[in-house]
């Protein structure tokens, strides 16, 4: 094969706001009409925190037509092939200002200010568009299904059940727990348990941090954008030195859009805690229940999806672990690659060998969350980026 | 000179308890009586979770004496001599579970449940007493004043003068803000201005984080130490993005006892978002306030103080910047380098650049809290370690 199988880990899909009505159980459509004028003045409101309207706008001009891949399946193919990715991983919340799911749903699943039983409503409804967005190209589509896991967890597993009975690949979960038991509590054993028997992804995506801290101070969006991926790949910690991953060794988490370059230090610095020190040693026994070191639970039950990966964390490769990385495009978030794929991968990717470019671009990605490479090997054959143009010479 | 100005950028003073009471403010003393018992009470409760018990009595064991140099004048000397060490920077909480100031006033400064006046007055009781024994060895000792700022900036503008008036070259603050602004609103910038005029260096040290996040799990105090470092430097994300070192260009911060490993990646980002990038672009500007990088405020900026520092932080110190680490011991407690001082040194320095050695483990501490190396010279004569020690050939 002359050219890469590729895999997005991170790529985006929603409804337009009024499109989820259908979605949404019939006992909450009262609910969902009173709440979408809201919901959509409060996007307003959150967009013009986030995106600058003029480089929003511009950005736009002339994609008009490809970014409504967000939802329609047609233009969603013809993007994607555009940009030689034969399957992707999609998380809620295609164009960000439009297409967040109902009731505090979307991508940043907030702990507060939502009533629990309509953000369930709001993740329900969008998981049963994504299961239909993902039928019709189930080969190259690994939907994750909206899990808002802290208001109930058995809630949780039979939306796990029904995610995995429809064809999606795993369940995202909120970065933060608000006021709730964090993810080393036990009573999320049994959820762990059910994601490990059914092979589904636990997957944290970056967005929320905590705004309240940040105010509306100048340069606050810098703050947040330093912290940001800390909070997403903050349930790691727990999980880790929660033993999580010890009781359930064939659990898998994956970190998106969190970057990678904490990795190392990361893993580093949990197995200095690991190891006996004179720091540790008056905490008390917090190591004898875990069997191997921090860094060998990473390495085994954790992928990074690197959205827009620079090159930078392509050279960290080794320290980050070669197969624990999986380049991710972010389509159609406007700091993603697309429509400059091409070129942010040659960036990224230019004369590595070949057999580690291909599990960053895809081959990770395909034994993490089940693609079947064979059933994809056409599409590459059609539309995969040839491996001579990460050939300098 | 044949021997090194060793400062120790971490050393920690508290009286007993119930001899805090002539310190307090007379109308806050029926408090203190009332308080006493809850208090001691309650450091006996957190003494179980963070001191296993006998790991602490065995180390105690055969230096009871010396460790009441954590309030005694004379035998705080006989230690600090024997350490090689002639100047000190002294924080609250001297033995861990014995010497909390009062009314929550001691090295974790919490802002939540704590009366706010109280928590004032504990803090002046602790700084009147720690003004007394800095004068009974002024040329060696830097105290540093407890300022629960969160509550009242005048007061502590107040506090903060009174601290330089009585010796003290430093203000603690505490780590984490609870519901009241961060560090980068306004409403802080006169209490950063008299620092500055007054030369005093605003301090945060290690130790708060949110326990409430970690229950009783097994493995929480693994997440504690992996995260307890991330909390005491976070207040630096908040100063830098928030223009306060731009503001304040003589402003100087020091992070204690926060391990230095994170150094290198937290500039790198900060620099990086700093820099314009596809990502940041939709957000806004966050950058224009401030004529420098990030890195470069930290550069000039801020001081690390290095506890117990490991051969890997020297080995780190030009990504660090070796003028921006402070060596230190953190006597009187359990995880310090005492009594095991001048092995652990050797064991971290051995063999790198002389002049280097003598920035990290006192220069450059010397010039951030203003010591006058003149006066020391006559005592490091006498105690300094020899620089041939460092030697290995």
Not at 41 to 56: G, P
Not at 79 to 93: C, F, K, S, T, W
Not at 125 to 153: S, T
Request: net charge negative.
């Amino acid at each position: 094969m002359d050219r890469y199988l590729v895999i997005s880990s991170d790529c985006h899909a929603g409804l337009p706001p009024e499109q989820y009505r259908e979605y949404v159980d019939p006992q909450h459509r009262d609910a969902f009409d009173v709440a979408l004028p809201i919901q959509t003045e409060m996007i307003k409101q959150a967009a013009k925190k986030f995106l600058v309207a003029d480089i929003n706008e511009e950005w736009r001009k002339g994609v008009e037509q490809e970014l409504t891949g967000a939802w329609d399946h047609d233009q969603r193919v013809k993007v994607l092939d555009g940009d030689g990715i034969a399957g992707e991983i999609i998380y809620p919340d295609g164009i960000t200002e439009m297409n967040t799911p109902p009731f505090g749903a979307g991508i940043s699943l907030p702990a507060e200010n939502v009533v629990p039983e309509l953000q369930w409503a709001g993740a329900r409804a969008h998981n049963r568009w994504l299961a239909e967005l993902c039928q019709m190209a189930p080969e190259r589509r690994a939907g994750i299904a909206i899990v808002p896991i802290l208001w109930d967890v058995e809630e949780a597993i039979r939306e796990a059940k029904w995610a995995k009975e429809n064809g999606l690949k795993g369940v995202m979960l909120p970065c933060r727990w608000g006021k709730e038991p964090a993810y080393h509590h036990p009573r999320y054993d049994p959820f762990w348990a059910v994601c490990e028997d059914l092979g589904l992804v636990v997957s944290y995506h970056s967005g929320p941090a905590p705004m309240e801290d940040y105010g509306e101070e100048q340069g606050m969006m810098g703050i947040y954008i330093s912290e940001v991926a800390w909070w997403c790949a903050r349930p790691l910690t727990f999980l880790i030195w929660g033993g999580v991953f010890e009781r359930f060794p064939k659990l898998k988490v994956t970190i998106t859009e969190g970057t990678s370059v904490w990795v190392p230090e990361f893993v580093q610095l949990l197995d200095f805690r690991y190891a006996d020190t004179p720091y540790s040693s008056k905490l008390g026994d917090y190591t004898s229940h875990l069997s191997m070191k921090p860094s060998e639970y990473f390495a085994r039950n954790v992928l990074i999806g690197a959205s827009c990966m620079p090159r930078r964390e392509a050279e960290l490769r080794y320290e980050i672990g070669v197969e624990n990385i999986a380049w991710g495009s972010d389509y159609p978030h406007p700091e993603g690659s697309w429509p400059h794929t091409a070129d942010q991968m040659k960036e990224t990717f230019m004369d590595l060998p070949e057999a580690e470019i291909a599990q960053m671009v895809g081959k990770n990605a395909v034994d993490f969350f089940g693609f079947d490479s064979e059933k994809l090997a056409p599409i590459v054959a059609r539309i995969g980026p040839e491996k001579s143009v990460f050939r300098s010479s």
